[in-house]
């Protein structure tokens, strides 16, 4: 049961993941300041990243036998290392705002 329970939470944050990269596309294309395009693109791709790892770790712990998971220790490496990547970007983003505000 605590495989499934794991599992089920990583799908949850791809999803997360996945609305939030809708959200920062739609900051790309309405912004018409371009160096915020560019930083939302780097988000989008960032956010892409953390749903396929989400999702391929979801399938590992969902579809092998009990005792047979790896320990994830790669793909938990990389989702840090992303979402680091998107909260940044958004921190910059939200500068390059405030500094376009007249």
């Known amino acids: 049961m605590a495989a499934e329970r794991t599992s089920l939470a990583w799908r ?3 999803i997360g993941a996945m609305a939030n990269l809708v959200l ?3 900051v790309a294309f309405k912004s018409g300041f371009w160096p915020v395009t560019v930083l939302a693109f780097v988000a989008i791709a960032a956010l892409a990243v953390v749903t ?3 999702v391929g770790r979801s399938r590992v712990l ?6 047979n998971w790896s320990n994830g220790r790669r793909a938990i ?3 840090s ?3 680091g ?4 970007t958004a ?4 500068i390059a705002y405030a500094a376009s505000l007249p």
């Open 85 to 88: 990547c998107v909260v940044v």
């Open 52 to 54: 396929v790892v989400c």
């Open 12 to 14: 949850r944050t791809a």
């Open 77 to 79: 490496t990389v989702m």
């Open 81 to 83: 290392g992303a979402i």
């Open 62 to 67: 969902h579809s092998h036998r009990k005792g």
């Open 91 to 94: 921190f910059v983003i939200s």
């Open 24 to 26: 920062f596309m739609k």
